[in-house]
């Protein structure tokens, strides 16, 4: 969620990076997310985003807007990220277009990676949404990979 909402104004391969650093400096990397989200507050995330070197360059606009992910997860999705991913393809989407800064094409693109990580999808998926975003050719098995170390709880019904 976080790397498509960060997902602005930067190439695939640093906005990827950039979440990555983002979750080690919030704590959330080898921790079970859901429960450690109600620990974080504004001031944190704010100073996470602004240590150097920074997040993003929009780094006020974004702090907000992750800002406002952590509060609809926890308020709407129990505080597990995972909950985003539960059910049919539509109602992931619809999910997903709920966050600020998270339009069709990016929720498109979620759903697809979460889907490649829980290995759901036909033969050639993963080349068939390569070819609807090229730029996921260079980080899409990090981040499988990624989902992987988080050990998360993406289920879909």
């Not at 966050?99 to 094409?105: A, E, N, R, V």
């Not at 498109?108 to 033969?123: M, P, R, T």
Request: one cysteine or more; glycine letters at 6%.
């Amino acid at each position: 969620i976080w790397n498509s909402i960060l997902n602005q104004s930067q190439d695939a391969k640093k906005t990827l990076n950039n979440t990555i650093v983002l979750m080690y400096r919030l704590g959330l990397i080898n921790c079970i997310v859901h429960e450690r989200i109600y620990q974080l507050s504004y001031k944190s995330l704010y100073m996470a985003m602004n240590k150097e070197p920074i997040i993003h360059r929009f780094y006020n606009k974004m702090t907000n807007d992750i800002w406002l992910s952590v509060e609809r997860i926890k308020h709407i999705f129990c505080g597990n990220p995972c909950n985003v991913f539960v059910g049919s393809k539509d109602n992931i989407i619809e999910n997903l277009l709920g966050f600020k800064g998270i339009g069709l094409h990016k929720a498109e693109i979620a759903f697809a990676v979460a889907s490649l990580y829980k290995g759901i999808f036909v033969k050639n998926y993963k080349e068939r949404i390569i070819r609807i975003c090229p730029s996921l050719a260079e980080t899409i098995d990090l981040e499988v990979d990624i989902l992987n170390s988080l050990k998360s709880g993406i289920d879909f019904n």
